[in-house]
């Protein structure tokens, strides 16, 4: 017998891995009632640096733009938050969406600057900039000049700001997934995996090359923003030094690289075992940096797919239906006349 | 006369802006490669020397006679062991390399050295100066840092221009392929520029050291002044990263001079102005895109 293909998006794994993830959002979400402050407070942690690693690899993975000044946006958004909430006299659960909004019409005017910069020298670039917000923000005496300033919360009980604090970064981590997948089945994504793998021919091929990065960039940094912002509702102090800190970028590198460069999968599996690794290693401290930066480099000259993807190669598991894929079945096709696209 | 001090004093601090940037500006120009270890890898050199001058009490400058050959097999076998193989993969590879070398580097550093600030004493030659008005004092040390750096720059342009390895590396920077049929060994003079560059940051970096005092994490700023230095000069000409040098050396002065903070961002700002005026740079070679 002839055998014949189909091409799919989905497939009864990634079906099934669907259904089974929104049963698991349903639980995290339960979180509250099912665990303790100590075990709320790292679930949050781990949401927003799983949002950060998403955007990091949109912006390195999909778009193959290197920033090393994301913590920019997540600057902006913690002091967007503390503007609200002190200066303004703002609710402080809304000064999330204000760090947002700041993040994204600043990523405007700074990817006019910094998309003037090619490759490597992007790169430094976006630190660059991140400094000079550094640098703007805290000469800002209002906003607590050099030595930083404290998110006010009085009058919210303790308790209840976590639960909301902890609903807000779950939204963010599992929405950055699910802004992924989007983008990815959009034209947008489409065209970004174009520019990336070929811009010369992206560009022949009718992609707006320019636009398509910008707008990458732009999502990106918005979800910064936002991560920033529930960033600094749980830890309410802030300092230009560590808000700005080049650190979370190495985070973000470290978990995309690690996990694997490129997938939804990977910087999940990239959080995961970075998360895994600091409960552990934490008390090494800048041993621990060490070991990430050697992991890191090893992955990226050995694997260069990361851990998820070796997994890949050996099973297929394609947890997100992105790609369409071939598959061959023994199935007859359906008769002529019956239906097919472009008849009727 | 104040201001005139504040240029004079910035211009002569370009000149070690322009020593941070000249290895930056040579590894982009032959392999196409940023190496985002380059501001750590000078810091490293000042640590070497300090070290070197802990177990010897000799002067820094006499240190230089090992951090310089030091530098140079390192980023030999750096790039021969880990970079080359990086160069095949596009733009990600190499940058993710060099960015997991900072990080191992700067944080080993903390390990052993610990956070403190350290300085290399250079002894009297770090306060002497030429007084030429009562308003106007050129130190001795600033001054013999710009000639070394025009010198080493200036070197530099003869040994690509003219020497043989010059040719080759200028080959290799304009033709990979071809230059390997003409049976050059890539591998070599890239392992070689990459010596070469290291070389020029170890010298930059117990300059540095000797000027100011340095810690563990001065990588990254060390990193955007070689930077700017290189994006303000235009890539690809060593002349014009000398002049980027000047210039955010001169803005960062007259930053310092109108307000304490306001050194660093000066000069990022006039950084930013170029990039908006004019992305090549001031003064860039035919052909080269950033």
């Known amino acids: 017998m002839r055998e014949d293909v189909v091409i799919e998006r989905s497939t009864r794994m990634s079906r099934l891995t669907g259904l089974a993830a929104i049963v698991g959002v349903l639980v995290l979400a339960a979180g509250p009632m099912l665990w303790n402050d100590g075990v709320l407070r790292m ?42 909430t002190n200066v303004l006299g703002g609710n402080v659960f809304l000064g999330v969406l204000v760090a947002g909004v700041a993040a994204f019409v600043l990523a405007f005017p700074t990817a006019a600057l910094v998309f003037r910069l090619r490759g490597g020298y992007f790169a430094i670039g976006t630190w660059v900039v991140a400094e000079v917000y550094r640098l703007v923000l805290s000469s800002q005496a209002k906003l607590g000049g050099g030595s930083g300033a404290t998110v006010t919360v009085i009058g919210i009980d303790p308790t209840f700001r ?148 070796l997994v890949i190669d050996r099973w297929s598991v394609p947890f997100f239906p992105i790609q369409l894929r071939v598959r061959r079945t023994a199935r007859r096709p359906p008769p002529e006349g019956s239906g097919l696209v472009g008849e009727g | 006369m104040a201001w005139l001090n504040t240029i004079v004093q910035g211009v002569l601090l370009g000149g070690l802006y322009a020593l941070f940037a000249t290895g930056l500006s ?77 990080v191992i580097i700067e944080n080993t550093l ?30 001795w040390f600033p001054l013999g840092l710009f000639v070394a750096a025009v010198v080493v720059l200036g070197g530099l342009q003869l040994f690509v221009d003219r020497t043989r390895f010059g040719r080759a590396l200028r080959a290799t920077s304009d033709d990979r392929e071809a230059a390997q049929l003409m049976a050059i060994n890539d591998r070599h003079i890239y392992a070689v520029a990459m010596g070469i560059a290291l ?26 002044f070689a930077f700017e230095a290189v994006i303000i000069g235009g890539l690809g000409s ?53």
């Not at chain 1, 030094?241 to 999968?265: D, E, H, P, R």
């Not at chain 1, 000259?301 to 998820?308: C, Q, S, T, V």
């Not at chain 2, 020029?200 to 563990?216: C, N, S």
Request: with cysteine.
């Open chain 1, 43 to 84: 679930m949050l942690e781990f949401f927003y640096l799983l949002a950060l690693a998403q955007m990091w690899n949109l912006l390195a993975g999909y778009a193959g733009l290197v920033s090393i000044g994301q913590q920019a946006y997540i600057g902006i958004g913690a002091y967007a938050l503390f503007a609200f």
């Open chain 1, 162 to 309: 976590l639960f909301v604090t902890y609903w807000i970064s779950l939204a963010i981590g599992v929405g950055s997934i699910v802004l992924v997948f989007y983008v990815l089945r959009s034209r947008l994504g489409l065209g970004l995996r174009a520019v990336r793998d070929r811009e010369g021919a992206a560009a022949t091929s009718g992609v707006n090359v320019r636009r398509t990065k910008v707008q990458v960039y732009v999502i990106a940094s918005t979800v910064c923003g936002l991560a920033g912002g529930v960033i600094y509702l749980a830890l309410l102090r802030l300092q230009p030094a560590a808000t700005f800190s080049v650190n979370w970028t190495v985070f973000m590198i470290f978990a995309v690289v690690i996990g694997g460069l490129g997938t939804i999968t990977g910087p999940i599996v990239g959080t995961l075992v970075y998360f895994a690794l600091q409960q552990y290693l934490a008390d090494l401290g800048s041993v621990y940096l060490i070991i990430l930066g050697a992991v890191a480099i090893v992955v990226m000259l050995k694997a260069p797919n990361g851990l998820w993807g």
């Open chain 2, 26 to 102: 040579l590894v982009f120009g032959v392999m196409r490669v940023v190496n985002l270890a380059h501001g750590v890898l000078t810091l490293l050199a000042a640590y070497l020397a300090l070290v070197i001058v802990d177990l010897t009490d000799v002067n820094p400058f006499l240190a230089l006679l090992v951090v310089i050959p030091v530098m140079f097999g390192l980023g030999y076998v750096a790039q021969r062991l880990l970079i080359n193989l990086t160069l095949a993969g596009g733009v990600l590879p190499p940058l993710l390399v060099t960015f997991g070398i900072a």
């Open chain 2, 110 to 139: 903390l390990e052993v050295f610990s956070a403190d600030s350290q300085g290399l004493n250079a002894g009297r030659i770090e306060t002497v100066s030429i007084t030429i008005t009562d308003r106007l004092a050129i130190g």
């Open chain 2, 199 to 224: 070389a020029v940051a170890g010298i930059a970096g117990v300059f540095t050291g000797v000027r100011t005092t340095f810690g563990p994490l001065d990588g990254a700023i060390l990193l955007i």
């Open chain 2, 238 to 290: 060593l002349w014009g990263t000398l002049i980027g040098g000047i210039i955010l050396g001169v803005a960062q002065s007259i930053g310092a001079q109108l307000s304490p903070g306001w050194f660093q961002l000066a000069g990022h700002l006039v950084f930013l102005a170029v990039l908006v005026i004019r992305p090549t740079g001031l003064f860039p070679r035919e052909g080269v895109a950033a």
